[in-house]
Structures are given as structure tokens and as C-alpha cells.
């Protein structure tokens, strides 16, 4: 078994600790301050205490007629019940009372002067876990600095300081249990949308959803708007990809059918076979190029430019009449030599070729294809005498797999790809009626 020294990173392991951290940092602070402060004011008010306590001492010696400062000095015998002890200007102890003496606590001048500069309760002992309270009272006599210091049995305020510790603890405990367990309620509570977002990327990969939710807390939606974009922009250029792979399938086709309507025709000799073949083949290979240029940028990527209408008219026509030479199709053609369309040519190809392919295909005998200059655009009507189209499935016919005509093959692609390519140019289509008695396509297109 391998130990891992590299343990997952998590961010709400480092939120976690780093908080953790930090709270008990402060709370332990300002336990240890809340401690100071109280142990500050017992030691006041057990100075206060002291000082109260000061004119009794003062009286005891004064009926005695004693001065413990001055006689200490000549090591005269002084009594008195208090702990206490007369110190030099260096904290040299030069009179220890009795009591002191009994107690067992020796040298308390200059062990007070190992404490007396410490910041809160100043604590002596006398070796064993006896504790004395001490205070000092510096007087002057005779230009001279001296230090009366005076013991007080600690022992009842050492339990109370005891007892205030303890109970500090305990509470700063409890506060800390509910601070951290309602950081980590916060910090789940704050990472759900983490992994609310976590799940519904794993069901756009599943492909049980189509984009992120909108009701994000405002810090993610720059994220998830951002993925909300890369999602949609993925989808279109796969629909693109598919639309254009489904559009050449569709083009393709007719070209495939035109060939082999070429090679089967008999009247034609077999330079003209090949000569008909290789223009079909050429048309393919552009077809090919259009559409992977079209998967590449889109309709709109594509760069417009003016393409003479007639011509291509014709060039289709001419393949129709081959594919579809059974009926003997009589062309009826309306369109100035000189009339330029705003488009790139493949996309005239492809619209002008998806609408007179239907019209050749479903006319008796006659189509009519007519372009006229109008208010700034450029109509284009194409018409046949076939059955038309019925008014219910107008608007349907242009949608992608919705056909008119169920009764022959074919996968509705062509009047949907129509419809992008006059919306990609900003134009319109219509669909009529004809006085052909068929179905009239109407497209009209910005002359610029």
C-alpha cells in the first residue's frame, strides 16, 4: 500500500482550516484577555483592600511605639500579626516580621523585586503552594527610600482566578463548537451552487440538458453565462457542421442523378458524355468546397459578392433538362443578361437549385422563372404548373425534415436551406400561388 503525500486539493478543506484557525486564534485571545482583565481586578480590589488596611497598621505600631522603617534599621525587635517585610532603596530586605518568619516565606524583598515589574497579579510564595498577594508602599524618611511590602494570604483569590479560568474555558469551548459548526453549515451552504453547478455540467455532458441555469448567486453567473455561450457557440457549430454535411448530401444528389441521367442518354456521343460528366463532376467539387467554407464560418462569415443570375440559371437548367428529360420541360426565362445578385455564388446555386429542382420535379410541363428590379431590390419568381402548395403547410416546408411532397424521396433539406440563405442576406421568400396554376416562390434581396 503506497501512502499518498499528495492528498487532493479541496477548497472547502482550505476555507475550512484557514477559518478554523483564525476563530480559535481570536477566541483563545481574547479568553486570555478576558483572564488578565479579571485577575487585574481582583488584584485591585485587593489593593484597595490593602491600602484600607494601611492606617490600622499604621495604629498598631503607633501604640506600640514602634516605627518598623527606622528601628528595622538598628535590628530592633518589632512584633506585629502582619505578614510583611521593610526593604532598602535596592529591595534589600533589612526586616522581616515574625508572622513572615513562622510562615515560612524568607528574602521577600528581593523576591518581590523579581515580580514587582510584572503585569497583573503580583504572586510570592513560600516554596511550597502557599501563595502571598503582595503590595509595596514606598515612603521617604530622612531623604532616604525605603519599602514597606506587605503579604496577604492569595489562597481564596488563586481559587477564584482558578474557578474564572475554567469557567472561560468551558464557555469559549461551547462558542467555539457553535462557531465552527456554523462556519462549516456556511461553507456547505456557500458550495452548493458549486455543486449544483458540478451536476448540471456532468448532464450537458450526458446530454440531459442543453445550458446552465439562470438563478445563480451573482458571484458564478459571469461563469456560467460565459459556459451558457460556449455551449451555444459548441451547439451551433456542430448543427453548422451537420446542416452543411446534410446540405452537400442534398446537393450532391441531384448532381449524382444528373451524371448518371448523362451517361445512360444515348443520344449523346461519348465525348459529349464526358464532356456533360466533367461539368457535373466540377459543379461537385465546388459544392464540396462551399460547403465545408460554409461549416467553417457560417452563412454570415461568407464574404458577398455580385454573382450574374443568368448564367447560373441556365447552368442548372441545363442538368435539370438531363435529369428530368422524360417530361420535356419547357423553360420560360425572364431575366436580364446583365442582372447581378448580391451573393456569393454557391449560395445562389444552392437557392436558385433546391427551388427549380422542386419545380422541375413536381410541374406537368412548364416552369417560369422571372427577375425584375423593384424599389431598391431584386425579385426573383419561380413558377411551375404542378399541384402548389397547400396553405396549411406553407410555413412548415421551410423547417428542416418537414417535405410537401411525400410520395417521392428525399429528406426536406432544400427549402429550409433556402430559407438561411435569404435570411443570412437579409431578404425574404413567399410561397403563392402561380397563374401557372402551381406553386410561385417569391425572393426578394437587397440590390445592395
Known sequence: ???????????????????????????????WLLTLVFAQSKYNDTTTKLIAELPVIAAEFQENNLVPITQAI?????????????????YHTMWESSA??????????????????SFGVKYINNGTDQNYFVYALSVQIEAQDYHLVILKDASKLKQELD??????????????????LLLTSAAYWSLLPLRRLKLELQQLKDGQKQSLENDYPVELTGITNSLNQLVSQSEQRQSRYQNAMNDLAHSLKTRLAATL???????????QQRQHALTQVNDMD????????????????????????????????DMLDKLYQSKAVQLELKVAPQLLLPMEKGDVMELVGNILENAY????????????????NIQLFIEDDGP?????????????????????????IGLAVCQEIIDSYGGTMSIEQSDLLGAQFALTLPAQ
Open 1 to 31: 500500500m503506497r501512502l499518498n503525500l499528495h492528498p487532493e486539493k479541496r477548497l472547502l478543506t482550505r476555507v475550512l482550516v484557514t477559518s478554523f484557525t483564525i476563530i480559535t486564534l481570536v477566541g483563545f485571545a481574547l479568553a
Open 74 to 90: 538598628d535590628n530592633d525587635n518589632i512584633y506585629t500579626k502582619y505578614l510583611m517585610a521593610t526593604c532598602d532603596s535596592r
Open 100 to 117: 513572615a518568619i513562622d510562615a515560612g516565606v524568607l528574602q521577600i524583598c528581593e523576591r518581590y523585586k523579581n515580580v514587582k515589574d
Open 163 to 180: 474557578k474564572f479560568d475554567r469557567l472561560t474555558l468551558f464557555r469559549l469551548a461551547i462558542v467555539l463548537g457553535i462557531a465552527y
Open 261 to 271: 441521367a448523362i451517361i445512360d442518354d444515348k443520344s449523346l456521343t461519348q465525348e
Open 286 to 317: 465546388q459544392l464540396v468546397k462551399y460547403q465545408l467554407k460554409r461549416a467553417m464560418l457560417g452563412r454570415k462569415g461568407l464574404i458577398s459578392e455580385l454573382t450574374p443570375l443568368e448564367p447560373v440559371i441556365k447552368q442548372i437548367t
Open 361 to 376: 420535379r413536381l410541374c406537368i410541363s412548364k416552369v417560369r422563372v422571372t427577375a425584375i428590379t423593384s424599389n431598391g
Open 388 to 412: 402548389g402548395v397547400e396553405d396549411s403547410i406553407k410555413q412548415k416546408i421551410i423547417l428542416r425534415g418537414v417535405r410537401a411532397d411525400t410520395q417521392s424521396p428525399g429528406q426536406g
